[in-house]
């Protein structure tokens, strides 16, 4: 992948640019829980993106996508913004560095990526990632990481359309190699948590679907959860996130909130407590615990928050059937992924199983990834 980035920049630009990279990420636990306060437990992987970056000298980016094999060119001033809706990713990271005091001027470049785009792996916080930190070290802007974060989950609101929370690009930029994060999307603390489950495989199965309206029906799921919260504080002006909220004060306002409200608060609400008990249940390696919680949060993702689909309750009902240990959908949801963690000894069998039965009922084959976690945003030599 990077000599094709090397060749691309070389042909296009005639130079030689430094190269930075950004991962993808996995959550173990703490689904839609980042935008409400909550706890999140994601690692990186060692997928994400590329690129080749210089500066050229003018106040123009020239941009190309390997992958797509698309060229765009566009300003650094919100009137020469780009087309083509990947060009937005970079172009709204120099916005926000822009809007935060940066001075950065024009430059080349050219990436491509190995993780797979909408399979809930955040293809597109990879994206962000890597170029804020790019941008952070070769204008020697001095941006901490965390506001780097914030730069990329920005560009998600500002120029893509999505109201995300910021376990993507934290993931991608606070990675540790075989350690997994508990953030509080709160306090924005966090701690690394070594995770090496002896016995055990942690592997992705792709529905490789990617529903249509998935940014559309996320952003609402988050306006719910805001409605919710306006309905509590009515009692408890305390409570700022449904973090805050507990059960008995949703069923106090349950007459106030629509059904559908009402469910997606309950899953938040349940959903912040499994990430704490998983967590604790990791300290004493105890994973048929962390697998029970994982199957909870699939049901809860599925009939509460209804954010699964039939690719994916698929997939969960195969490893239910196979003994899998813990397994559910990932990330956004829509579409993508299941996270599995299975014992060694079941791992072979269950594969097996989901690629075939997955490919007798839909006609294709799902894909299979198995997770190395890895570290986060940086400069490659
Ligand atoms: C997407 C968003 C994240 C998070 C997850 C669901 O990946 O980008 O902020 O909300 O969905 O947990």
Same mark, same amino acid.
């Given at each position: 992948?990077?000599?094709?980035?090397?060749?691309?920049?070389?042909?296009?630009?005639?130079?030689?640019?430094?190269?930075?990279?950004?991962?993808?990420?996995?959550?173990?636990?703490?689904? @839609?829980?980042?935008?409400?306060?909550?706890?999140?437990?994601?690692?990186?992987?060692?997928?994400?993106?590329?690129?080749?970056?210089?500066?050229?000298?003018?106040?123009?980016?020239?941009?190309?996508?390997?992958?797509?094999?698309?060229?765009?060119?566009?300003?650094?001033?919100?009137?020469?913004?780009?087309?083509?809706?990947?060009?937005?990713?970079?172009?709204?990271?120099?916005?926000?560095?822009?809007?935060?005091?940066?001075?950065?001027?024009?430059?080349?470049?050219?990436?491509?990526?190995?993780?797979?785009?909408?399979?809930?792996?955040?293809?597109?916080?990879?994206?962000?990632?890597?170029?804020?930190?790019?941008?952070?070290?070769?204008?020697?802007?001095?941006?901490?990481?965390?506001?780097?974060?914030?730069?990329?989950?920005?560009?998600?609101?500002?120029?893509?359309?999505?109201?995300?929370?910021?376990?993507?690009?934290?993931?991608?930029?606070?990675?540790?190699?075989?350690?997994?994060?508990?953030?509080?999307?709160?306090?924005?603390?966090?701690?690394?948590?070594?995770? @090496?489950?002896?016995?055990?495989? !942690?592997?992705?199965?792709?529905?490789?679907?990617?529903?249509? !309206?998935?940014?559309?029906?996320?952003?609402?799921?988050?306006?719910?959860?805001?409605?919710?919260?306006?309905?509590?504080?009515?009692?408890?002006?305390?409570?700022?996130?449904?973090?805050?909220?507990?059960?008995?004060?949703?069923?106090?306002?349950?007459?106030?909130?629509?059904?559908?409200?009402?469910?997606?608060?309950?899953?938040?609400?349940?959903?912040?407590?499994?990430?704490?008990?998983?967590?604790?249940?990791?300290?004493?390696?105890?994973?048929?615990?962390?697998?029970?919680?994982?199957?909870?949060?699939?049901?809860?993702?599925?009939?509460?928050?209804?954010?699964?689909?039939?690719?994916?309750?698929? !997939?969960?009902?195969?490893?239910?059937?196979?003994?899998?240990?813990?397994?559910?959908?990932?990330?956004?949801?829509?579409?993508?992924?299941?996270?599995?963690?299975?014992?060694?000894?079941?791992?072979?069998?269950?594969?097996?199983?989901?690629?075939?039965?997955?490919?007798?009922?839909?006609? @294709?084959?799902?894909?299979?990834?198995?997770?190395?976690?890895?570290?986060?945003?940086?400069? !490659?030599?």
């Amino acid at each position: 992948m990077r000599q094709k980035i090397r060749n691309k920049f070389q042909e296009l630009f005639a130079s030689e640019g430094s190269v930075y990279t950004s991962p993808g990420r996995i959550n173990l636990i703490g689904e @839609h829980t980042d935008y409400n306060g909550g706890f999140v437990f994601p690692g990186a992987i060692d997928k994400g993106m590329i690129a080749e970056i210089k500066k050229n000298g003018t106040d123009k980016v020239r941009a190309f996508s390997v992958d797509l094999n698309d060229y765009a060119e566009f300003g650094l001033t919100e009137a020469d913004a780009p087309k083509a809706s990947w060009a937005k990713y970079i172009f709204g990271v120099c916005r926000e560095i822009i809007k935060r005091g940066g001075e950065i001027s024009g430059f080349d470049t050219a990436f491509a990526g190995d993780v797979p785009l909408g399979a809930g792996m955040s293809s597109s916080a990879a994206l962000e990632s890597t170029y804020a930190f790019a941008l952070n070290d070769m204008y020697s802007l001095n941006i901490d990481k965390f506001e780097l974060a914030k730069i990329g989950q920005a560009t998600e609101h500002n120029y893509c359309g999505v109201n995300c929370g910021i376990m993507d690009q934290f993931a991608s930029i606070f990675g540790k190699k075989g350690s997994l994060i508990r953030l509080d999307c709160r306090s924005l603390e966090y701690k690394y948590f070594p995770f @090496h489950p002896t016995g055990y495989k !942690l592997v992705l199965l792709d529905s490789v679907v990617k529903h249509e !309206l998935a940014s559309s029906a996320y952003n609402k799921r988050r306006i719910s959860c805001e409605t919710v919260v306006a309905a509590i504080r009515r009692n408890h002006p305390e409570v700022e996130f449904l973090r805050d909220a507990t059960m008995e004060m949703l069923n106090a306002v349950k007459a106030d909130v629509t059904s559908e409200d009402y469910m997606r608060a309950e899953y938040v609400i349940e959903e912040i407590q499994r990430v704490l008990d998983v967590c604790d249940a990791l300290e004493k390696d105890d994973y048929e615990t962390v697998g029970k919680k994982m199957y909870e949060t699939h049901h809860g993702m599925s009939k509460l928050y209804e954010v699964s689909c039939e690719e994916l309750d698929f !997939l969960n009902d195969v490893a239910k059937k196979c003994g899998v240990t813990g397994s559910r959908v990932m990330g956004g949801g829509f579409g993508g992924c299941t996270i599995n963690l299975v014992k060694e000894d079941k791992y072979d069998a269950f594969v097996k199983e989901a690629f075939d039965s997955y490919t007798a009922k839909f006609g @294709h084959e799902p894909k299979l990834y198995n997770v190395v976690i890895s570290d986060g945003a940086r400069k !490659l030599k």
